[in-house]
């Protein structure tokens, strides 16, 4: 009977290596197949458009390389920003960006040239708000990058401007990074002489406001 007993318990003892070893192969795998759902879907306009700073310079080229640092098997990065671009135009490209590209996480990172034309904030937020309102139907966790006007557009309008994005996120349950460019605008040596645009020197700052929002949603 004692050898039986030893016989059960070695089984027993191989069994739960087996189980131990089960588990912790999954445990490694998981990681990268929860990276695998799909893209990060970035829609935004001059700001990640790479505007007049050389190819693969931007803060989205940027982020793509840190993701495939830190994230072995992580998402591919897909950047739909156009130069000059609108909450408007943005809208009515989204809904084919989100069928052919099927994005995990929509980032974003509309206004400028809305308030540049003249758009109110309420224009702007109905705009955002469907956009937020596709990303989340198709199944993309969504973030908006807020942004900021030139003072000379006034303390209200500005302040009704930072308030259409938190409040927005607040009562869509988006991520938010409330000021895109933190720590970039006015900054001598970041921003182009239009003084609307970063500098290829400006990126990775932009890159350091934006990932500790991103990252979660990866």
Known sequence: ?????????????????????????????LPALACA??????????????????????????MQRKIARELPGGPAVVNASISG?????????????????RPAVLVIELGGNDALRGLTPAQLRANLEKMVVLGRQS??????LGIDVPPNYGPAYRERLRRTYAELAQAQDAALVPFF???????????QVDGLHPTAAAQARLLDNVWPALKPLL
């Not at 671009?85 to 590209?101: D, I, N, V, W, Y």
């Not at 199944?139 to 908006?144: H, I, P, W």
């Open 37 to 62: 759902k799909g893209p990060v879907l970035v829609v935004g306009d001059s700001l990640s458009a790479e505007h007049n700073i050389p190819a693969g310079s931007g803060w989205v080229s940027l």
């Open 181 to 191: 460019l933190e720590g970039v605008a006015l900054q001598p040596g970041l921003m």
């Open 139 to 144: 199944g993309a966790r969504v973030l908006l």
């Open 85 to 101: 671009e609108t909450s408007a135009g943005a809208l009515t490209r989204l809904p084919g960006l989100l069928q052919k590209h």
């Open 1 to 29: 009977m004692r050898v039986g007993r030893e016989g059960n318990s070695g089984r027993t003892a191989g069994l739960a290596r087996w189980l131990a070893g089960i588990v912790l192969a999954a445990s490694l795998l």
